[in-house]
Each structure stands twice: as C-alpha cells, then as structure tokens.
C-alpha cells in the first residue's frame, strides 16, 4: 500500500509524516512522534485512554486514522503542561487531588476533562459525570477524578480550591 504525507501541528509544532493509508492516529501519535502519554487500551473507542484533541473535540485516536488529521491542529497530554513546564491547573488537580490510582486512564481522562473545562468553565458534579462518561476507569470510582476537575475549575476560575484529598 503506497504510503501518504501528511502535515499538522502538534502540540503547537508542525509535524510531518507519511503513513500508509490504515494507520491510526494513535499509532502515528505514539510510534512517529514518540509522544507516548497517550494510551493504547481498548482499540475499539471504547475506554478512552488514547483520547486527544483535534481542531478543540475531544477524539478518541484509535478510531481515528492518521490521514484524517491531515492539516489538523493536534493537543496530547504532552501539550497540556503550562508553557514554562509547570502542571497545569488539571494535571495539579489530579495529583493534589489523587484522581488517579494506576494511572492508565489519566492521559485520556485529563484530555477530555481539558476540552470539557474549555466547553464549560464552571461545570457541576453532574456536568462533570456527564462530560467524562466516554472514559473509563478501573481503579478509581470517579469520585477523586471528579474532586480534580472541580479543583482545575476553582483555579482557572480564581475561585476557593477544595481541600487536598488525603
């Protein structure tokens, strides 16, 4: 199969490849770039662990393929972090707030908790539930991943953080 160039920024850097036509973005995203954050779990769309961003959606790269990004603008969690290095509001929220426990899910759950806190500021705890419903986690319950994006949200939005989990 002949492969195809492709073109898009990632991460805020334009990126080129070439790809045969049934290379799915994860595999270029992991494999070409060597941006390894984002996981590999279900391959059926299922889990949410490969979840990126493309053009500001949230998409699941394992059912996405990698020429269908072409000319794409592309967040991963390795995208996330402050431009100085620092954690970002999520990622502080997630570790304050102990929203991870093997830590599998977390790239694709920051992503999409990401992308929610773009589409909603100030989300309720239902809100919350609702916006993450397409990633799954084995280890945690949800209520500590929940505790965390309200702790991103009170940071973005200079409101009272809640206490640290312990």
Sequence with gaps: MPKKQISLTVNGSLVEGLVEPRTLLIHFIREQLNLTGAHIGCDTGHCGACTVEIDNMSVKS?????????????????????????????QEGFRMMHGLQCGYCTPGMIMRAHRLLQE??????????YGIAGNLCRCT???????AIQYAAAKIN??????AAE
């Design 141 to 147: 319950g949800y209520v500590n991943i929940v505790k």
């Design 158 to 163: 200079g409101t009272a953080l809640p206490e």
């Design 120 to 129: 909603n500021p100030n989300p309720t705890e239902t809100e919350i539930r």
């Design 62 to 90: 394992c059912m996405t393929f990698a020429l269908q990004a072409n000319g794409s603008n592309i967040t991963t969690i390795e995208g996330v972090a402050n431009p100085d290095g620092t954690l970002s509001a999520l």
